[in-house]
C-alpha cells in the first residue's frame, strides 16, 4: 500500500500526460484502495480515500499559490532622446563625447552612446520589477518597435482601432540614407552581457535597455511608435546544470539576430518568430541546435582585426572578408537547424492548438523530451507588454 501511495504521489507530481501514465495512475490507485481495505475496513478505507483526495487538492492549491507568488513582474517603461547631433558641433557630434539629453524619465547609470550627425540616439529603459515572494530568472526579453505614420490616420477615421500590424516597420536591411532607423523594428534580445544572469529577487528590480539611433526626417513633426515587449521567466534555480542551460539559450538568441545569419537565413526579423508563447516554446526546443558558441568568438575577433587597419580602403575589404566568412560559417553551422525550426512553425502556425499540435506528434514529443525537463513549461511565466512612445520634435 505505501508503494502505491509513493507511487501516485510521483506520477501526480510530474502530471499525466498520456494513456501510459493514466494506466499506472489506476494502479497505484487500485493498490491504496486494496490495501485500506484490507487493514481498516470498507467504511474507513473510503473515509481515508476522501481524506486523501483532499490532501492531494491542498497540496495542488498550495503549490499553485506559491509557483503565482514567485512569478509576478510588474513591466514599466521610460525613454530618454538626445539632441540632434550636427555637423557643424564638433563638441557634441565628436565621438566619445557625452550627447545633451533630453529629460524623460531617470537614467540608470549606464551611459547612452553619442548621436551620429543628422540622428539622434533613442534609449528605452526597461524596469522589471518583481513584486511577487520569490526571485526570478529572467530567460528573454525581446524587444520591438514600430511607428505609427500618417496612413494611420485612415485607419483611426474609418472606425477601428490601430491594431500591432497596421504599424510601419523598419528593418535592419532598410536603406540606411531613406529609412528612419536601420533595425528599430527588428527584436533585439536585451541583455547586460551574454554571461550575465539577470535575477530579480523578491520586492527588487533590475533595468534593461534598448538603443536606437533615429535619422532625422526634414518636416517631420512628431515621431510616435509603438514598443512591443516580450519577457519569459522562471523560477530561480541555483544548480549549475541550470545555468549552463541558461547559457546556451543566451547564445541561441544573440546568434540567431547576429547580422550573418540573418543574411543567410533571408531573415528580416529572426526573433519575431520567437516573441510570442507558441513561438517561445517551439524556439527551446531548437536552441541548443543554435547556441554555437564560436559564431560570437570569430565576430569579436574579426572587430579586432578591423580597428587594427588604418586605411580606409583595406578596412573595407577586410569587413567585406570577414562578412563572407561569417555568412559561410552560419550557412554551415546554423542554417540547417534555423530550416527544421521554421519548418515546425510554419506547421504549428497551420494548426488552431498552435504548439499543442506539435506535441500530439509522438516523433517530436519523443525527439525533445528532454528539453521539457530542461525547461518544464508549468515553471516559466511569459508577458506580452505595449507601451507608446512619442518623440516630439525640438522646433
Known amino acids: 500500500m505505501l508503494n502505491g501511495l509513493s507511487i501516485l504521489r510521483t506520477v501526480l507530481a510530474d502530471g499525466v500526460d498520456n494513456l501510459k501514465l493514466i494506466g499506472t ?54 525613454y530618454t532622446i538626445t539632441h540632434p547631433a550636427r555637423v557643424d558641433l564638433p563638441h557634441v557630434s565628436h565621438p566619445g563625447t557625452r550627447s545633451y539629453q533630453m529629460a524623460k524619465a531617470e537614467l540608470s547609470e549606464r551611459p547612452t552612446p ?6 539622434r540616439v533613442l534609449r528605452l529603459d526597461l524596469t522589471l520589477e518583481n513584486v511577487g515572494e520569490g526571485s526570478v530568472d529572467i530567460l528573454a526579453c525581446l524587444v520591438v518597435a514600430r511607428e505609427l505614420e500618417r496612413e494611420g490616420e485612415g485607419i483611426v477615421s474609418s472606425g477601428r482601432d490601430v491594431q500591432w500590424d497596421d504599424l510601419t516597420a523598419h528593418y535592419w536591411t532598410g536603406d540606411p540614407q531613406t529609412c ?8 533585439k534580445h536585451i541583455v547586460y552581457a551574454q554571461d550575465a544572469l539577470v535575477r530579480i529577487k523578491s ?12 535619422r532625422e ?21 541555483r544548480s549549475a546544470e541550470d545555468y549552463q542551460a541558461w547559457a546556451r539559450l543566451q547564445r541561441a538568441l544573440l546568434n540567431v539576430n547576429a547580422p550573418a545569419f540573418r543574411v543567410v537565413a533571408h531573415e528580416d526579423d529572426p526573433l519575431g518568430y520567437v516573441a510570442s508563447p ?31 587597419i588604418k586605411d580606409p580602403e583595406e578596412r573595407r575589404q577586410s569587413e567585406e572578408s570577414h ?26 502556425q497551420a494548426q488552431e492548438s498552435g504548439f499543442e499540435a506539435l506535441l500530439s506528434d509522438r516523433t517530436f514529443r519523443s525527439r525533445h523530451r528532454h528539453i ?22 525640438e522646433q
Open 180 to 187: 528612419l532607423s536601420p533595425g528599430l523594428s527588428t527584436s
Open 217 to 237: 526626417r526634414p518636416g517631420q513633426e512628431n515621431l510616435y511608435l509603438l514598443y512591443r515587449v516580450f519577457v519569459a521567466a522562471r523560477r530561480s534555480s
Open 25 to 78: 495512475v489506476a494502479q497505484a490507485f487500485a493498490s491504496i484502495l486494496a490495501g485500506l481495505i484490507a487493514v481498516l475496513g470498507v467504511p474507513l478505507a473510503l473515509r481515508q480515500i476522501v481524506n486523501l483526495q483532499r490532501e492531494f487538492r491542498r497540496m495542488d492549491f498550495q503549490n499553485q499559490r506559491r509557483m503565482d507568488a514567485e512569478a509576478i513582474l510588474n513591466i514599466s517603461a521610460a
Open 323 to 348: 562578412a563572407a566568412e561569417l555568412q559561410a560559417y552560419c550557412e554551415k553551422v546554423l542554417l540547417p537547424s534555423w530550416k527544421r525550426f521554421r519548418a515546425d512553425y510554419d506547421r504549428m
Open 114 to 119: 553619442a548621436a551620429e550627425p543628422g540622428k
Open 372 to 393: 521539457a525537463q530542461m525547461f518544464p513549461w508549468s515553471e516559466q511565466e511569459v508577458w506580452t507588454e505595449y507601451f507608446y512612445v512619442t518623440v516630439e520634435d
Open 278 to 308: 507558441d513561438g517561445w516554446r517551439l524556439f527551446l526546443h531548437f536552441h541548443e541546435r543554435l547556441a554555437d558558441p564560436r559564431l560570437p568568438r570569430l565576430r569579436a575577433e574579426a572587430d579586432r582585426a578591423e580597428l587594427t
Open 203 to 214: 520586492k527588487s528590480h533590475k533595468t534593461l535597455a534598448r538603443i536606437d539611433q533615429v
